[in-house]
């Protein structure tokens, strides 16, 4: 450790020189002022090629306990490494192999500055929360900010200092893959969630518990054409602003450090190379001063594109654009010291993007301690505590969405009972943990079967039915679904019919969701419905859990069985959360964050629509006005739809004034009642219409709501504010205000059962 020690001993004391021949308002200066005074220090002592090699991430290339590598990508990568051309690494876990890489940034390098160690910490590293999706459908922002926390800890733990999460895109395409990774389809919710994540993850960078978070994609990739991954993305300036932007505004107001842009194309222009996003908007309007790393490389990706004519070009376009760091494209550390040359890149140009990936460092404290994420004790005592597997089991509890519950069904009994429970998913202890864990460990969820087998009193009787898949599940684009084989459909039928209760767990493996992972057919895979069908004509009490990382068309099941639970993918602790529900321990009180739809062809379906100018006809044989002839217009299960064990009721929806001021603000206020002898909790969601617009309006939009827990029979008054900023939108005006003229008001338990209220606002 000597080298370490007497190099990073010349660095810190000429920082330190520095700052003592300052003038003394800097040595009195808030922190910011005098992080940036050592970034400056830093950066004079760096070179044109070190300044480019900040960056420059790569992935892991090679098993830093065996030899070193002597030719290959892998040679040239470590010869960067040693020359101080890489200023990040990504998917290097563990202290033993973080230490060792970091060790040579910090050691061998010229200058010592450290690396940053980045990782898909999606939803947890070994111990998983439910995807983030799920984690969506508790409404929970406490519970999720919670989850962030166990996550940033654990992962830290492990070397890592950098999450590229939270996915903060807006998808109204349930076909899309990556769906399962963000909040959903409204940006209200989706704003408040992006928010707790950040906060969840990042905390005050000020210990090893806290690692950075990274908002993504920058931007459109929620509203890729058909829902396929990777594809083109054509929408509106209205949309931009009013739908896909706002959480990555979210994001930027609550101090999120580094940003990802995207693979898509936005209008055009593909995002990692796109000026107005990145540099104008980001970086100018917003103000944003951390990092931006493009995705895994997708400043290559610019070619195929038909963007850059090679990867020399695109490294141009990508920097111009204010694509700070890039990820395994290397472009830059090829390219960008010969474009300086010929004058296509400033090298200021090249000192903003060094500059602030070196701020970053400094926040995350690696120049004062490279090695602050390296304690192999540490990640011994914290990898897997306990408390972290009470805190996934607690959200995994919350994001569980009642969808129907007829005959009350649910809770089944404790005892006296014979239950069957079908399902392969029901006894799979890998599907659960979702996709996006790369950190985790097949095989460790704990499975339906397992939780259920925690309530003896009942007898149970368990038969697999049919597989979901055949092949190798953990490598699901390498797996068939399972199209063909029914031989235990038998076992499940005899079962059911000796059953009081049939428990079916059914739906999407893990891996079927995620990135790549697209879907034209978002019905119960394989022959799961025909299973669910057989079963049903012997015997009809049947409890129905959803295992999915996206909405599922499932009209069949939603007309005949009686009670059916949206379980999501829930992480380690999956199987207690849904036993406990099930058996009424934990009342459930989820609410979609997307919409159900009833068929594949209403996709891209969502509950903020706009009205067209026929959404109805008075005639009532007229097919001239906007709708299926074959299906109808409503969803399945709407947006904010969640039942529970509960019964609750709303009333007295009640306004302060019917007026609002420029300044101003309305009360609204509704009374809630639990009218039933079971505690629980529920969601208030308020929605307002803007009937008038200089652009037109949706039919509603989410603008508030309150986690309500209430006793047996309890009322409550809830209550909202209105002000000139909630009902501001993007306007043709080009800018973000608040339009004179008339409004509606709706408080309910979900977006389509709602109470109403008019109000008007002056300016």
Request: net charge neutral; with cysteine.
């Amino acid at each position: 450790m000597k080298n370490k020690h007497i190099k990073y001993s010349f660095v810190l004391i000429l920082l330190f020189s520095l700052a003592c021949n300052s003038p003394k308002k800097i040595l009195v200066s808030k922190e910011y002022d005098s992080i940036d005074k050592k970034v400056d220090s830093v950066m004079k002592l760096m070179t044109l090629e070190e300044k480019i090699g900040q960056l420059n991430q790569y992935n892991g290339f090679w098993d830093v306990t065996g030899p070193v590598p002597k030719e290959g990508q892998a040679a040239k990568k470590y010869e960067d490494l040693k020359k101080g051309l890489v200023g990040s690494m990504l998917n290097v876990k563990g202290v033993k192999d973080v230490y060792a890489l970091q060790k040579i940034a910090v050691e061998q390098t010229r200058l010592g500055i450290p690396l940053i160690f980045g990782f898909d910490v999606i939803h947890g590293y070994k111990t998983i929360s439910p995807i983030p999706l799920a984690e969506a459908a508790s409404w929970d922002l406490e519970a999720i900010q919670k989850s962030a926390e166990i996550a940033a800890e654990e992962s830290g733990a492990v070397g890592i200092n950098w999450t590229f999460a939270p996915m903060v895109d807006i998808s109204r395409d349930a076909r899309w893959g990556r769906s399962m990774e963000g909040a959903g389809e409204d940006p209200f919710l989706g704003s408040k969630i992006a928010i707790a994540r950040i906060k969840g993850f990042q905390g005050d960078l000020s210990s090893n518990k806290n690692i950075l978070a990274c908002a993504k994609h920058f931007a459109g990739y929620g509203f890729a054409e058909a829902g396929r991954d990777y594809n083109t993305v054509i929408v509106s300036d209205e949309i931009l602003h009013n739908v896909v932007l706002p959480p990555f505004k979210a994001s930027v107001d609550a101090g999120v450090r580094t940003f990802m842009n995207s693979f898509n194309e936005l209008n055009g222009i593909p995002a990692t190379g796109n000026k107005y996003l990145q540099r104008n908007l980001l970086k100018g309007d917003w103000k944003f001063d951390g990092l931006i790393v493009s995705d895994w490389g997708s400043i290559n990706e610019m070619i195929p594109h038909g963007f850059a004519k090679d990867s020399k070009q695109a490294a141009e376009i990508a920097i111009n654009a204010g694509s700070d760091m890039d990820m395994e494209s290397y472009a830059y550390v090829e390219h960008l010291s010969t474009l300086v040359r010929e004058g296509k890149v400033s090298e200021s140009t090249i000192n903003d993007a060094a500059r602030r990936i070196i701020k970053v460092k400094f926040e995350l404290g690696l120049f004062d301690n490279p090695y602050k994420y390296c304690d192999e004790a540490h990640e011994k005592a914290t990898v897997g505590k306990p408390e972290f597997h009470e805190g996934v089991l607690d959200v995994a509890k919350k994001s569980i969405v009642l969808l129907k519950n007829d005959s009350n069904l649910l809770p089944l009994k404790k005892s006296g009972q014979k239950i069957a429970l079908i399902g392969a998913l029901a006894n799979d202890k890998t599907s659960p943990l979702g996709s996006w864990r790369i950190g985790a460990d097949d095989n460790t969820a704990i499975s339906v079967l397992e939780g259920m087998q925690k309530y003896p009193n009942n007898q149970l009787m368990y038969a697999k039915g049919a597989d979901v898949a055949v092949g190798r599940a953990q490598f699901m684009w390498e797996t068939k679904i399972n199209t063909t084989d029914k031989s235990g459909f038998a076992e499940a039928i005899e079962i059911a019919k000796k059953a009081d209760v049939v428990v079916m767990v059914l739906g999407e493996h893990g891996l079927q969701s995620g990135e790549g992972r697209s879907r034209t057919d978002i019905g119960l895979p394989g022959v799961q419905k025909e299973l669910l069908e057989v079963v049903y004509k012997v015997n009809k009490n049947i409890v129905l859990v959803l295992n999915n990382g996206r909405p599922l068309a499932i009209p069949w099941a939603a007309e005949n069985i009686p009670a059916i639970v949206e379980a999501w993918h829930l992480g380690t602790q999956s199987g207690n959360a849904i036993a406990q529900v099930l058996y009424g321990d934990y009342n459930p009180s989820g609410k979609l964050p997307m919409t159900f739809p009833r068929d594949i062809g209403q996709v891209p379906i969502y509950y903020n629509y706009k009205n067209t100018g026929r959404p109805t006809m008075n005639e009532p044989e007229s097919v001239f006005w906007s709708h299926y002839i074959d299906e109808k217009n409503t969803p399945l299960f709407a947006f904010g739809h969640g039942l529970s064990y509960s019964k609750f009721e709303y009333s007295n929806l009640m306004l302060s004034s019917n007026s609002l001021s420029k300044n101003g603000t309305i009360q609204v206020s509704v009374v809630l009642k639990n009218n039933s002898n079971v505690a629980g909790k529920e969601v208030v969601q308020l929605y307002i219409r803007d009937l008038i617009g200089s652009l037109t309006r949706p039919v509603k939009e989410l603008k508030g709501f309150e986690l309500v827990e209430l006793k047996p029979f309890e009322t409550k008054t809830i209550i909202f504010t209105i002000d000139e900023k909630l009902i501001e939108f993007y306007t043709a005006n080009n800018r973000w205000e608040a339009e004179a003229g008339d409004f509606k008001v709706f408080i309910g338990g979900s977006s389509d059962k709602t109470l109403e209220a008019n109000f008007q606002y002056i300016k």
